[in-house]
């Protein structure tokens, strides 16, 4: 299947920094998904539907709510006869609710969210749920899709997903590690269960709700980034012995942040995990390191010996072997310098190269050798026996 550019390109006259709006929404949007219990939708009309005939361009399905979809919908093409709601939507360039037939004659609930990046709009986001039948929703849930809306706006009015590109992590926060609501005076309106408990185990057990984090004895850096530049901010928070990882996304109205959503991981076993993994690392590079001193200094006693023989064959031999641990002893070097257990072997051949080099003394002329393309990266298990053969291949050539 075509990516999300190639899809936009190929089907859409969408310019290169409106697809670029696009796939920063696309990257950011699993958090506005959890926040309103709902599929999201990506919708950008085709380079010749007249605006009545549309790409899905991208889908994500939520993890705190059941999906409406269980096979994926990117690649299809909808005209305004099978999505309505999506068509009036981009015609009229504002928030339009409705209704969807799915399976079954079975109603979903539909909100269609112009995309702009500018004053041009660019595309639908359209959220599609279940209705709720005999439930009435909860405060957690309540909450979220307000904060879901605040998205909605600022999406309408092109200031999310923000200017900048977030990376996609793997251990950033989600809305069920914990979320807390600001307002725009940066106090507390409301704290998820999640985000209470990650707080406790901090050592907070005051009551959050009206307070400000640095009241709570939390560092408030990544709170007070964002509001400073309307972008968003994340940082590790340490406490008590407890990581938490902060992360703070202003919510915008026309410009002016009016409150942030920050959303918090406890991330103590990971931190401690990367801790253990950089000793780890640490001390294989020191092993390498004293590795590399012990052949060199065999290397040095075993010179030392070969020049005080006199028997022509056992020099040779002794200088063959000096040049073989000389060249595992390079390959040792180089891994105690690298950051894992695979090195560049173009490094050690123009080591090797040169060591040969200043072995071959010709009284008429230089040996002078080029390396010519690229060997890439080699683990340490099969670096040093190609170190060898080539060293070898160097010294009979």
């Known amino acids: 299947m075509a990516n999300f550019e190639e899809l936009a390109r190929a089907h859409t ?13 696309v990257v950011s949007w699993s958090l506005l998904a959890d926040l309103c219990f709902a599929d999201l939708l990506l919708f950008a009309p085709l380079a010749d539907g007249d605006g009545e005939r549309f790409i899905i361009l991208g889908q994500i399905r939520p993890t705190t709510s059941q999906t409406l979809y269980r096979e994926d919908q990117v690649g299809r093409v909808i005209d305004q006869l099978e999505r309505p709601v999506v068509a009036r939507a981009w015609q009229l360039g504002q928030i339009i609710d409705g209704e969807l037939s799915i399976n079954r004659g ?7 969210i112009p995309v702009r990046r500018k004053d041009a709009l660019v595309g639908i986001l359209a959220r599609e749920s279940a209705p709720s039948v005999g439930r ?3 405060e957690l849930e309540r ?13 309408t009015t092109g200031e999310f997903p923000f200017s900048i590109d977030e990376v996609a992590s793997e251990e950033a926060p989600r809305v069920g590690d ?16 999640n985000a209470i408990s990650a707080l406790h185990r901090m ?10 984090l640095m009241e709570l004895g939390l560092d408030e850096a990544p709170v007070k980034a964002a509001f400073a530049t309307g972008l968003p901010a994340i940082e590790d928070v340490d406490q008590g012995g407890i990581t938490l990882l902060v992360r703070c996304i202003p919510l915008l109205d026309h410009g002016k942040p009016t409150g942030a959503a920050v959303i918090v991981r406890d991330v103590t076993d990971l931190r401690s995990r990367d801790r253990l993994l950089l000793s780890k690392e640490a001390t294989i590079r020191e092993v390498h390191h004293r590795v590399k001193n012990n052949l060199q200094t065999i290397s040095s006693l075993l010179r030392i010996q070969g020049r005080r023989m006199d028997n022509a064959e056992a020099k040779v031999a002794v200088e063959e072997s000096v040049r073989r641990i000389r060249s595992i002893a390079l390959v040792h070097e180089t891994l105690s310098r690298a950051a894992g ?12 190269t040169r060591m040969a080099e200043e072995g071959l003394v010709m009284p008429d002329r230089a040996v002078r050798f080029t390396v010519d393309g690229d060997a890439g990266e080699l683990r340490a298990e099969v670096a040093t026996p190609l170190a060898l053969v080539v060293s070898e291949l160097l010294q009979n050539a």
């Open 13 to 25: 006259d969408l310019d290169g920094q409106a697809v670029q709006h696009l796939q920063r929404l």
């Open 106 to 112: 079975e109603r979903a609930r539909v909100q269609c």
């Open 136 to 138: 009435r929703p909860g």
């Open 143 to 155: 909450v979220y899709v307000e904060i879901f809306d605040r998205f909605a706006r600022m999406i």
């Open 178 to 193: 914990g979320v807390l609501l600001l307002d725009s005076t940066a106090r507390i309106e409301y704290a998820s269960p």
């Open 203 to 212: 050592g907070m057990h005051s009551n959050a709700e009206g307070a400000r």
């Open 341 to 352: 257990e695979e090195l560049e072997f173009d490094e050690i051949l123009h080591q090797l």
